[in-house]
């Protein structure tokens, strides 16, 4: 068996995606996602220009070794581009794969370690009120875990909280990338009265989780952690940019709280450490940016011998294929922890099929072949790619900030 196709499909229903296409001589097709936010095309063009071509007489159903392949290859190792363009030929490896052999993925990959997948999904609000109107909605859906995040007075725009009430949250934009203020003393401040808020209304039944994305220094994170320890979050997530392994070895001195961290890591290089020395609990890389199931399963079981749990990534910003594939190595890892599902435009849907479903706060990948997503190129067709660029931010003094 060969490849002889190999095709980039870029679309915007909804939001933009990049997915890849690879067809056998057989007919079997497999696909993979290598949607990378705000970089769309630059993934497009790696996989058209560099990956595509090579891919074209090789045997789909060596995984391993075209893994190999285009990683050591090329020389020019890691990052998000190169990552993700890996990470969409391995999923659509898989998908073949698993269509040949009649099976799920989460099968080949040694079978099922649970029933289902505790999914988050995110409950925002322009101030406290609202952001619990949102918790109470999810928690009427099912959901045994939810992300909360809120306005800060004095602030007009703060990451995680969607511009309108009850609007899905989407940080692109359209044109240049929108300037956001940022104050992290009015944040430390505030922030905290939301969690005592959830939990005086709510309780401590639901699992409670907040990301701060990269906007503290090791030290404030900590003293975030600290102050929120009596309600009892679930984790937080990405408290200090994770180039500085070693910042975490502070924050883990000072608190107890739960740290995730991950969604901008790229290899098991970039989070060797964080692993190695339990600095972490929960590592939250993609399988569309870790280079796929391959190498984020390698991530996975190297966590688990030192007790870190996954917690894969999961916007809207990585497309259905992305979901399938992560809900696969959900199911089957012995050290799974939550998967983060924010849900997806009406439009996404019509031109994603999927047989992964939702149910009860728990997510199961489906029993159809493969990852068990297929695309309506026709219909992807009708929705050209829009340009779309994430937010950066300043402080308030002006300083260019971590968005």
Known sequence: MKIVGADVIVCCPGRNFVTLKITTDEGVTGLGDATLNGRELSVASYLKDHVCPVLIGRDPQRIEDTWQYLYRGAYWRRG???MSAIGAVDMALWD???KLAGLPVYQLLGGASREGVMAYSHATGRDIPETLEAFAEHRE??????RVQCGVPGMKSVYGVSKKKGAAYEPATKGWPEEQSWSTEKYLDYVPRLFEAV??????DIHLLHDAHHRLSPIEAARLGKSVEDYRLFWLEDLTPAENQEAFRLIRRHTVTPIAVGEVLNTIWDCKNLIEEQLIDYIRMTV???GGITHLKRVFDFASLYQVRSGSHGPSDLSPVCLGAA??????????????????????MEVFRCAWRYEDGFMHPGEKPGLGVEIDEALAAKYPYEPAFLPVARLEDGTMWNW
């Open 288 to 290: 569309t940016h870790a």
């Open 327 to 348: 809900l696969h190595l959900d199911l089957a890892i012995p050290n799974f922890g939550v998967q983060e599902y924010m849900g997806y435009h009406e439009q996404t």
């Open 96 to 98: 073949i794969k698993g």
């Open 141 to 146: 859906k099912g959901f045994r875990a939810i």
């Open 80 to 82: 998000p581009v190169t």
């Open 199 to 204: 939990r005086e209304k709510f309780g401590f």
